[in-house]
Each structure stands twice: as structure tokens, then as C-alpha cells.
């Protein structure tokens, strides 16, 4: 099996274990109910080594909560990624927050961004993956009662205590397999989490700008800023 796929397993049924309190109302693991694209994804793209690998926070509403393709922007995974595949739903949805898969209309500008980048400066999907890949660094996605997301980093310390620890290992097993020069922290958070858990490994940790349009700098040239770090770091040439 690939090891990607394998560690992909073992979070997917460690996490299920785990409750969360309120302000957490529901819990999508879309490791769980989305497993079939992920695998797909893992399978087509996560095979040898990596030179490079950007790690995301964890999945939003409208992308990998969907598709289960980390930043998983519906149009672009079916487009550009070729993969489309069964979608079931979790047993406790949110009405606000159905899961409908490859047939949800909204879009995910975070994942239209990052793909976007990554498409434009590469072309084709195969001649990305040669060298990189995407990861989130935690699987689930939190919705309070409102519905609003939650991140990860907003959740009650022992939560965080219990949580962090499952997806630190994941994120450990996914290093061992595919040996990369740098791990890219999409955002502080992965990139904070990446330097705890993998600490001095001779592994070179950055930080690119977070696409989210919550975000008033990504809105002003995400794509420019984020080339722009990239070439400052070393990751990618001029």
C-alpha cells in the first residue's frame, strides 16, 4: 500500500475516537466519508519522493469537506486534477453545511487561489507533482451551531492536546515517506505545527501567505505574494 494511504488510515480511525465539546457543534471527517477522492488523490499524486511539500490547516466548508482533496476547490479537482469519485455523507450533518460532494455549487476561493498558482506556473498537474505535493496538516473540519467554521487553533486545550498528537504522527509517517527538502506551512498555523512536530530533522520549514479571501493582504495579489516568498525562500527559482 502506499505509506501515504496507509497513514491517511490510521488518522482517519484515530480522530474518529476523538469528541469535541461546544463550541463545536458537528465534526465532518472527510477522511471518513469522502475517502474514495482522497485515495485517488493520494494514489495519482503521492508516490515517491517530494522536494516539496505545502501543508495546509485543515479543510474548508467548500473544498476538501466536499471532495476530500486537501483545498479541494470542486471545479479545479474535477478539471485539473482529473479525479471525481463517490462522496457518502457523515451520519450528523449541519443543515447549513450539507455535504453534497461533487455536486456542491459553491466554490472555495482559498482553493481557487492556491491550485490556481500552481497551474499557472506549471502547467499540467503531473509536472506540479513531480516535485510537490499538498497535505493538511488536520483532517477535520468544526462547524459551532451557527454553522460558522472553526479552526483548530480555537478549540479548547485539551481538545487541541488530544487532537494535535494524532495529526502530529500523521504528519511525522507522511515526512518519512516522501523525504522532503521543505515543508511550506500554508499559513502560521501548519507552519507552526510542522517546526513542533517535526523539530530539527534537517527538513527546511517556511511560511507562504494563507489564500483565504478572510484575509485582506490575500486579496491584493495572493498569487504574486505567495511566488514572491517562494523565490525568497529558495523553494522555487526566479
Not at 491517511?8 to 465534526?27: G, M, N, Q
Not at 466519508?33 to 515517491?48: I, S
Not at 479537482?77 to 479525479?83: D, F, G, N, S, Y
Not at 492556491?114 to 510537490?132: I, K, P
Request: with cysteine; proline share 8%.
Amino acid at each position: 500500500m502506499n505509506p501515504l494511504i496507509h497513514a491517511a488510515a490510521e488518522l482517519r480511525d484515530a480522530v474518529d475516537l476523538l469528541r469535541f465539546r461546544p463550541p463545536v457543534s458537528h465534526t465532518y471527517n472527510p477522511l471518513r466519508y469522502a475517502w474514495d477522492p482522497h485515495v485517488l488523490y493520494l494514489r495519482a499524486f503521492g508516490e515517491g519522493r517530494k522536494r516539496v511539500v505545502f501543508l495546509g490547516r485543515n479543510p474548508g466548508p467548500f473544498g476538501m469537506v466536499q471532495t476530500g482533496v486537501p483545498f479541494g476547490e470542486i471545479n479545479i479537482v474535477r478539471a485539473w486534477l482529473k479525479i471525481q469519485s463517490q462522496v457518502t455523507r457523515p451520519e450528523r450533518q449541519h443543515p447549513k453545511r450539507p455535504i453534497e460532494g461533487f455536486e456542491c455549487a459553491r466554490s472555495e476561493v482559498s482553493g481557487q487561489r492556491l491550485w490556481g498558482l500552481f497551474a499557472a506556473r506549471y502547467g499540467g498537474a503531473h509536472d506540479f507533482f513531480r516535485e510537490h505535493i499538498v497535505l493538511n496538516y488536520c483532517p477535520l473540519a468544526f462547524l459551532e451551531k451557527s454553522g460558522r467554521n472553526l479552526t483548530p487553533d480555537k478549540l479548547p486545550a485539551p481538545a487541541k492536546k488530544r487532537l494535535f498528537a494524532a495529526c502530529d504522527q500523521h504528519l511525522r509517517a507522511a515526512i518519512k515517506a516522501l523525504q522532503p527538502d521543505w515543508v511550506i506551512g500554508i499559513g502560521g498555523f501548519a507552519a507552526g505545527r510542522a517546526a513542533e512536530a517535526l523539530g530539527q530533522n534537517g527538513i527546511h520549514i517556511g511560511q507562504i501567505l494563507h489564500p483565504s479571501p478572510a484575509s485582506p493582504i490575500a486579496n491584493r495579489g495572493w498569487a504574486e505574494a505567495a511566488t514572491r516568498q517562494l523565490i525568497e525562500m529558495g523553494v522555487w527559482k526566479a
